[in-house]
């Protein structure tokens, strides 16, 4: 699919807030979603908005779309250490059976 | 939630030779499963999606004589890599979908293969 694109790395201290950004390429997207990963690991859904929303909250974890300028977000509240991990946003591909078209990952370190 | 498990979780293999990775879920019935591949700090890239009893559909550049994938089974789908060579190396990442709302994929941990 065409470039989903996200900022490479994002470094934050423990507690405060980290956001990381997305833009996708795919208006007809129905779901969009984030996927986190840990090294070594495989992929773990974290949360996901449909796209008649513009706003989700799940705990530590708010989800903001735009979809006017296919913008998507993902904000960590209270980040900690055990957050550091890539972070993958994703749009569906309704023409490939809903599979998924992933940006190329968010590096969040998060410091003491 | 559901569960998607593979097998081996990593492999190494002599180049030439060819390589077998299974996809489970475990306790729902996969309807859809796909195929990723993911290069170290890459993004991961679909390379096919394969419904059950029917003949995988592949993404572009990704040669199907290569990438062998079978799904007869609503639990399971294998991904043979034929004759493997170094350039095969990569992280290999299945996903299931069939039993969630918001066309939601469960993903497998993923196979590491080595191609010396």
């Known amino acids: 699919g065409e470039d989903v694109e996200q900022s490479l790395f994002l470094s934050v201290r423990e507690g405060d807030s980290s956001v990381i950004n997305c833009t996708y390429t795919d208006s007809s997207s129905t779901y969009l979603y984030w996927y986190k990963q840990e090294p070594g690991a495989g992929l773990q859904l974290l949360t996901y908005i449909f796209s008649n929303m513009d706003m989700k909250q799940d705990q530590r974890l708010t989800v903001l779309l735009n979809k006017k300028d296919k913008h998507l977000s993902l904000r960590i509240a209270d980040t900690q250490t055990g957050d550091s991990a890539i972070y993958f946003c994703?749009?569906?591909?309704?023409?490939?059976?809903?599979?998924?078209?992933f940006g190329k990952g968010t590096s969040l370190l998060v410091t003491p | 939630g559901a569960v998607v498990s593979q097998h081996p979780s990593w492999v190494i293999c002599k180049s030439g030779t060819s390589v077998k990775i299974e996809c489970r879920s475990l306790d729902f019935q996969a309807t859809t499963m796909f195929w990723y591949r993911q290069f170290p700090k890459q993004s991961l890239m679909l390379m096919a999606t394969?419904?059950?009893?029917?003949?995988?559909?592949?993404e572009q550049g990704v040669e199907k004589d290569k990438f062998l994938i079978n799904h007869a089974s609503l639990t399971l789908s294998t991904l043979t890599v034929t004759s493997a060579h170094p350039e095969d190396s990569s992280f290999y990442i299945c996903?299931?979908?069939?039993?969630?709302?918001?066309?939601?994929?469960?993903f497998g941990p993923g196979t590491r293969l080595t191609v010396l």
């Open positions: 394969s419904n059950e009893g029917s003949k995988a559909t592949y």
């Open positions: 996903s299931a979908s069939g039993s969630g709302g918001a066309n939601e994929q469960f």
């Open positions: 994703a749009e569906s591909m309704y023409n490939s059976g809903y599979a998924l078209n």
